[in-house]
């Protein structure tokens, strides 16, 4: 034991964070700062702007692996809150406000267990398994259209490459359940492959109608040619391949009532036995991602994607009114708000703090501020938001996406709470009995019905 | 033949954490010793595609720790060989060395899931040996307290059954009822599930308000909350069709296999041991016994659908012990020391899970010279070899779970 | 059923909704505690009868029963019936050298250590000084001591005890749970271990059954 090391022991938890936090901001902080302000900074300029395309290109990228993360931990808290509520429990409720930091802290402890490859398992096709998984579902991000011009590469054939993409995952799940030697494993792993593979064809041959009334692949233009009212909506124009669409994707994702191939009470956890660590938290992401992709995917292509159910213009319109719009234009306005934003966090802070000291007489006067304060942050955030709803498209578009998406997050995980699984030689029954000849039949409909309209 | 040891013995003794590589593969659900008994020789015999999945000790659904090793092909279960002894306490020793007042908090633990009608039996065969007579208001007791139970079970039941096909939710519903049925009994009782309630001669507390008081609400609530049960799962196409047509059993075999029970009476066999060897004061409450499956026998949706409706005759029943409660003691005034005549004595009760009966050989002495315990679940599972013969992996656990096997009396 | 398929889907998905906003069950222990029924015999505490008079009859059952001697009785009250004391002495006011289950002359739960010697605790002083008295470090302190000892003697433990302040119930705990480490002093004499005979046994065994069965030796089968 050395000198440093009983010192370092000695310190408190508080010690601990402060004298590191001393030394990064005191000494390293303005070293790196003088590094990058004039030798690294001016090179790093100019390599980006002589290259947009690819800059944009990593931007994205950056950004839909940077939004899947955290959709994966909000997506797994509330499926553990939302069923629990079902099963009138209460969820996580410790870590955090009501349990909110319960998928971080998984996410950490996925991170920190042993990583160890069970022997006799093929050790590079075991580690790389996961990841292949988690990648194809992860890829289907980049067509995904989040608003009006918020789409990660607008290709002309998006539809298509997501299917590609999304159905590689099957190869994922076998080479997990093969790599694992364990005979569960491999259960798991062909009952997956199998149930992916029937499945593929009614999800895509459900689609196939209304790429029929759209009359292209690109997800960014169905999603604008179901702009204005609620009624443009595809899932009144289809609503066989919506319904089609919905059970295939289900069973796609791997989600109850089809969720044969991670069936914990018959083979434990099916492929992904073996796993543990941050391979399990791969898989687990992955599948969380898969069901956020789905919903994304259910909600662009039938409901809507970022529209809006109604059509503010044209209801004002009606009306007699012009539509709205907001410039925002910060510089124009002059001195005056500078002033007011040093006046009216101050003034509004100690009008709402009022209400908050007056109706408990107990409670003393700073605690009364703080609550003004948060309030006053509230509302602040609230107007910003209103404005930039109504100033940006993107921003209204974003909102509705994500609203939406979420909520059929919410009938995905509302299902898993309620339903036993099917077996499956039921499962694939259904999927080649039923479904292939429903989508079928939605399909020929579709195009009679377009040839007879067009003539 | 002792050369091999005892199966599944580490071979490594010097460090415990290594494996050595010509260990890979050996941890088989095939013995290492070559097959002693016909059966052996049949099951461990592997034809050509076909393999070994071990259903191990820890798993999620098997009921507690029981081992089952399943010889597929593909998907389809060709042979099941439960293995069982992995919660052998060694109760029937235990009460050989133990005081007769005392077998009864040794023998509660061998259906946790329904404890007072573990002791129920034993304690019948005593009084029988002591000539004992209870009193008629302990009696009773006996009886509302073992119906509250039943129904308590068979809601658990319930929610099991729905776990093992993989719906969540029901458990929960089923756990939030058992609790209420529970705490009733607690109060009564003094604990929640392992009661260790009746006594030689009776029982051990009265009635109070808070039993009372508790009961009455529940039982305001009963029927309703019947109606609510048996709608949940009982429209469910999934769950439907994952139960019916599974595990179909006849009377004659369920006859031939010791069954009792439910899973009997859902063969379409009304054997009660309440109304074929009655006992207590079951002669003086009126009942019906419900069967289904009269024609070609019962399936797993027939045994689901029977305790159903069992419990509602167990609410029937407990109405009436309510309206005809004696006033009177509750205990028959007994020694300390109980010293029986030499004798036998076999005494039956109907548990929720069939007939549980203990046979007792006195000696004279203050500890029995033998108590042999005969438990339902212990005959009910072998069922499941016989059951589950070509059908999917995903039925064994239908199947399994369908038959309510507790593993606490299975391996004693 | 039902003429719709998939009415009863439907159904069921309905009364999970309304569970959803039903007020739910759970009992958010320790901030709220379920009541629980003035029979209960579950509780951890000494319970007083209807006259307010304590039921313990200090029989020593108890103490004799738990196999850590984590029970002890000590204390009197105004009757001259003894207190029940669970968990360390040093949590209550008393400490005596010697257990009152050990003076009472009953016997101890675990025989081994009805009566043990004293060791020569210089080493383990020194043990424990190089651990800075950690009792997080107690898997370390431990293994050093089997070191120095050749295994665990319980007055060692003991001593571990006292310094450190974890429980003595703990470090047994520790001690037990690790396969490596000895609570007995080894065999004096250096006999085979009982595995050798065996494996000598079961190689023959298996080497005769594969030349029976014509496989080669080393492959699972």
Redesign the interface.
């Known amino acids: 034991?050395t000198t440093v090391n009983?010192a370092w022991?000695h310190l408190s938890l508080r010690g601990k964070v402060i004298i590191p936090l001393l030394f990064l901001v005191l000494i390293v902080g303005p070293i790196v700062t003088i590094l990058f302000a004039n030798v690294v900074g001016p090179w790093l300029a100019d390599l980006l702007g002589a290259n947009p395309q690819i800059v944009r290109f990593v931007v994205a990228i950056g950004g839909v692996l940077l939004f899947s993360i955290p959709a994966a931990f909000i997506i797994i808290y509330m499926e553990l809150k939302?069923i629990a509520?079902?099963?009138?429990?209460?969820g996580p409720?410790r870590v955090g406000p009501k349990g909110a930091f319960h998928s971080l802290v998984a996410g950490l402890k996925v991170l920190t267990k042993e990583d160890f490859t069970p022997t006799g398992a093929d050790h590079i096709v075991f580690t790389w398994a996961p990841v292949l998984v988690f990648l194809t579902a992860v890829m289907t991000f980049l067509v995904i259209p989040f608003g009006p011009g918020l789409v990660g590469q607008d290709l002309n054939i998006g539809l298509l490459y997501l299917f590609a993409v999304g159905g590689m995952s099957v190869v994922g799940l076998l080479l997990a359940g093969w790599a694992s030697f364990n005979k569960y494993s491999l259960l798991g792993g062909l009952r997956a492959a199998a149930q992916v593979v029937s499945y593929e064809i009614p999800l895509t041959l459900s689609v196939v109608g209304l790429i029929l009334l759209a009359g292209t692949l690109s997800l960014n233009r169905i999603a604008e040619a179901q702009a204005g009212w609620f009624t443009d909506w595809y899932v009144f124009r289809q609503p066989l391949g919506a319904l089609i669409f919905f059970i295939a994707a289900t069973a796609e994702a791997n989600r109850t009532p089809f969720d044969m191939a991670e069936a914990d009470s018959e083979i434990v956890a099916g492929f992904a036995t073996e796993y543990s660590g941050m391979r399990f938290g791969f898989l687990f992401f992955a599948e969380y991602v898969n069901v956020f992709i789905i919903s994304a995917l259910l909600v662009t292509l039938f409901f809507g994607a970022w529209n809006a159910p109604v059509d503010i213009n044209s209801i004002l319109a009606l009306v007699g009114l012009s539509p709205i719009a907001v410039t925002l234009d910060p510089a124009s306005l002059g001195v005056g708000p500078l002033f007011l934003m040093l006046v009216v966090p101050v003034v509004l802070t100690v009008i709402f703090a009022v209400p908050f000291y007056l109706a408990r007489s107990t409670r003393p006067a700073w605690q009364a501020l703080v609550l003004g304060f948060l309030l006053f942050i509230l509302v602040a955030v609230g107007l910003l938001f209103l404005l930039a709803y109504i100033g940006w498209p993107w921003m209204a578009g974003l909102v509705w996406f994500m609203g939406k998406s979420f909520l059929f997050v919410y009938v995905f995980v509302?299902?898993r709470?309620?339903?036993p699984r099917v077996r499956i030689d039921q499962l694939m029954g259904f999927a080649w009995k039923w479904l292939l000849p429903a989508a079928l039949l939605n399909l020929f409909v579709t195009a009679a019905a377009i040839i007879i309209v067009k003539s | 033949m002792t050369?091999?040891?005892t199966p599944h013995q580490h071979?490594s003794?010097d460090d415990?954490r290594i494996m050595l590589d010509?260990q890979?593969?050996?941890f088989?659900a095939?013995p290492p010793y070559p097959p002693r008994t016909e059966r052996e020789a049949e099951f461990y015999s592997l034809r050509d595609g076909e393999m070994f999945v071990n259903m191990g000790p820890q798993h999620p659904s098997t009921h507690g720790v029981l081992r089952v090793v399943l010889k597929l092909n593909g998907e389809q279960v060709v042979d099941l060989d439960p293995v069982l002894g992995y919660l052998h306490r060694g109760v029937e020793k235990l009460c050989e060395n133990s005081d007769y007042h005392h077998i009864i908090s040794q023998i509660d633990p061998l259906e946790y899931v329904s404890s007072l009608f573990m002791e129920w039996a034993p304690v019948m065969a005593f009084e029988k040996l002591l000539d004992v007579e209870v009193p008629r208001r302990a009696e009773y007791i006996r009886v509302l307290t073992g119906e509250l139970l039943r129904v308590s079970s068979h809601v658990l039941y319930q929610g099991w059954m729905a776990l093992d096909l993989g719906g969540l939710?029901p458990i929960l519903?089923s756990f939030?009822e058992r609790?209420e049925i529970v705490?009733m009994l607690?109060?009564?009782?003094?604990?929640?599930m392992l009661f260790n309630y009746f006594r030689i001669g009776g029982v051990n507390?009265d009635l109070?308000h808070?039993?009372m008081s508790r009961l009455g609400d529940w039982m305001s609530r009963a029927a309703k909350q019947h109606e609510a049960n048996i709608?949940?799962?009982n429209?469910?196409?999934?769950f439907?069709r994952r139960m019916r047509d599974i595990g179909r059993l006849d009377g004659a075999t369920a006859l031939r296999m010791g069954t009792s029970g439910p899973n009997l009476r859902a063969s379409g066999v009304p054997f009660d041991v309440r109304r074929a060897h009655p006992y207590s004061v079951y002669p003086e409450l009126e009942f019906d016994i419900p069967t289904r499956g009269g024609n070609g026998g019962g399936d797993s949706l027939d045994r689901y659908l029977l305790r159903l409706d069992e419990v509602s005759q167990s609410i029937r029943i407990i109405d009436q012990c309510l309206h005809n409660m004696p006033d009177g003691p509750i205990m028959a005034r007994l020694p300390r020391l109980l010293r029986p005549r030499p004798g036998r004595a076999w005494a039956a009760v109907e548990a929720p899970r069939g007939l549980f009966g203990t046979y007792v050989i006195s000696d004279g002495t203050d500890q029995p010279f033998r108590m042999k315990i005969h438990d339902p679940s212990f005959v009910n599972l072998q069922l499941v070899g016989l059951l589950m013969k070509n059908n999917l992996l995903a039925d064994t656990m239908a199947v399994m779970a369908s038959l309510d096997p507790v593993m606490g009396g299975i391996d004693k | 059923?039902?003429f719709i398929?998939?009415?009863?889907?439907v159904?069921?998905?309905s009364?999970?909704?309304r569970?959803?906003f039903?007020p739910?069950?759970?009992i958010?222990w320790p901030e709220e505690k379920a009541d629980?029924?003035?029979?209960?015999?579950?509780r951890l505490q000494l319970l007083y009868d209807e006259y307010g008079t304590l039921k313990c009859e200090t029989c020593f059952q108890c103490a004799q029963a738990c196999p850590i001697e984590c029970i002890d009785m000590g204390g009197i009250d105004t009757k001259g019936r003894f207190h029940v004391h669970w968990g360390p002495p040093e949590t209550y006011g008393e400490r005596r050298e010697e257990s009152a289950l050990r003076r009472s002359g009953r016997p101890v739960a675990d025989p081994m250590y009805e009566h043990y010697e004293s060791v020569d605790l210089v080493a383990l002083d020194g043990i424990l000084e190089?651990h800075?008295f950690d009792p997080k470090d107690m898997l370390a302190i431990l293994e050093e001591t089997q070191a120095a000892y050749g295994y665990l003697p319980v007055a060692a433990l003991k001593h571990i005890s006292r310094i450190t302040g974890a429980w003595y119930a703990t470090i047994y705990g520790t001690a037990t749970y690790y396969?490596h480490l000895r609570l007995e002093p080894p065999a004096a004499d250096t006999a085979a271990?009982?595995?050798e005979a065996?494996?000598g046994?079961?190689a023959?065994?298996r080497s005769a059954l594969d030349a029976a069965l014509g496989h080669v030796s080393?492959c699972?089968?």
């Open positions: 034991m009983r022991g939302v509520f079902m099963n009138l429990r209460i409720d509302w299902m709470g309620t339903f | 050369a091999s040891g071979p003794l415990p010509d890979i593969g050996q088989e095939v939710a519903y939030i609790d705490e607690a109060a009564v009782t003094g604990q929640r507390g109070n808070e039993f709608g949940l799962l429209e469910n196409e999934i439907v | 059923m039902s398929p998939g009415i009863g889907l159904r069921g998905m009364l999970t909704l569970r959803f039903q739910k069950a759970t958010r629980v029924a003035p029979k209960f015999r579950g190089a800075d396969r271990p009982a595995g065996q494996r046994i079961e023959g065994y080393g699972p089968s």
